[in-house]
């Protein structure tokens, strides 16, 4: 919240690309421009890595928000990384992934945020026809929508994410960012974003 990456509007609500209202706006982008919160994220997604078990051997960032991030993870723990766009370019090479990961590879997707899951669990898709072993996938946040939960056991993928919407709200609670009838808005938003206004 100090950098401003997570902005909370209960009374002005943003407007997504999906067209839901939305009284908080995530971009997690902004985290590139401060070195130790940037830092700070590596190092919590190595350590979540290691608390999970999972045992990649590379790593893919999800366009484009992903890319830097798992790039910083990838050189922390030494891995071969890959990106991965929504969609193939329509020119050049025509590639929807991007480095030249051998396919034996066990990829951990990286992303910055989980919403629906339908971007992320996309890229899952595109490795998984390229033939790489994905083993799940980890994410900076996740609004924690019961369809995106619903989404990743469909896509019988496992995922974790270092932080979660009812955290934030904690958060900005504790700290009066947020009074309590906000508090009350933000959480219906969660519950029923998609007819939310």
């Known amino acids: 919240m100090q950098i401003k990456a997570i902005k ?8 997504w690309a999906s067209g839901w209202k939305s009284p908080i706006y995530c971009d997690n982008r902004k985290i590139l421009s401060h070195p ?18 999972l045992l990649p051997t590379a790593i893919a960032g999800v366009a484009t928000g992903g890319i830097a991030i798992g790039a910083l993870v990838a050189e922390s723990l030494n891995l071969p990384f890959c990106y991965v766009r929504s969609s193939a370019k329509a020119h050049g090479l025509n590639n929807q992934i991007e480095g ?14 989980i919403s629906s899951g339908k971007s992320s669990l996309a890229a899952v898709e595109a490795l998984i026809g390229n033939n790489y ?3 799940g996938l980890g994410a900076i946040f996740s609004y924690g929508f019961k369809k995106a939960e ?37 959480n219906n938003w969660r519950k029923s974003p998609e007819t939310w206004s």
Do not use: H, W
């Open 36 to 53: 130790q919160i940037r830092s700070a994220v590596k190092d919590e997604f190595v350590k979540a890595i290691k608390a999970n078990s």
């Open 100 to 113: 030249g990961l051998k396919t034996d590879e066990k990829v951990l997707v990286i992303e910055d945020l």
């Open 8 to 15: 909370l509007q209960p009374k002005d609500p943003f407007t």
């Open 150 to 186: 619903e989404n990743f056991q469909m896509a019988n993928c496992s995922y974790f994410t270092l932080t979660n919407y009812a955290s934030l709200i904690e958060i900005a609670a504790s700290n009066r960012y947020i009074d309590n009838n906000e508090i009350d808005t933000l």
């Open 133 to 135: 072993n994905v083993i």
